[in-house]
């Protein structure tokens, strides 16, 4: 996934909110994936009590495959730079061993 489609992902997000889980502020990141070469991770602020496979199960009917995250993550603060923007490249290193490690482990 480019820097490109990951916004474009998240752009659909913003425009099609899941019902379970609004999010608020999605983050999609394209991380390294062993296998794929890249996979997505969504990190959301929910404002009810959806679990991640519920709100993954909506976004599979309403996204094309290759825009499905591989994981969604519940996070209660997202980090911001100083001009109060959300922090991408501190996600980045923050998760950026998130899908290799998986794969170690399996």
């Known amino acids: 996934i480019s820097p490109g489609q990951g916004r474009h992902a998240q752009g659909r ?4 909110p899941v019902a379970l889980c609004p ?3 999605p983050v999609a990141l394209g991380l390294p994936h062993a296998e794929l070469g890249q996979a997505i991770l969504l990190l959301v602020r929910c404002i009810d009590a959806a679990t991640p496979d519920r709100v993954a199960q909506q ?3 309403r996204l094309p495959t290759y825009q499905v ?6 996070r ?3 980090p911001l730079n100083p001009n109060g923007k959300i922090d991408r490249p501190q996600l980045h290193r923050e998760y950026h061993h998130l899908f290799l490690q998986e794969q170690q482990s399996a």
């Open 13 to 16: 997000l913003l425009r099609r």
């Open 69 to 74: 995250p591989a994981r969604i993550l519940r």
């Open 23 to 25: 999010p608020r502020h």
């Open 76 to 78: 209660q603060q997202l």
């Open 59 to 61: 976004l599979r009917a």
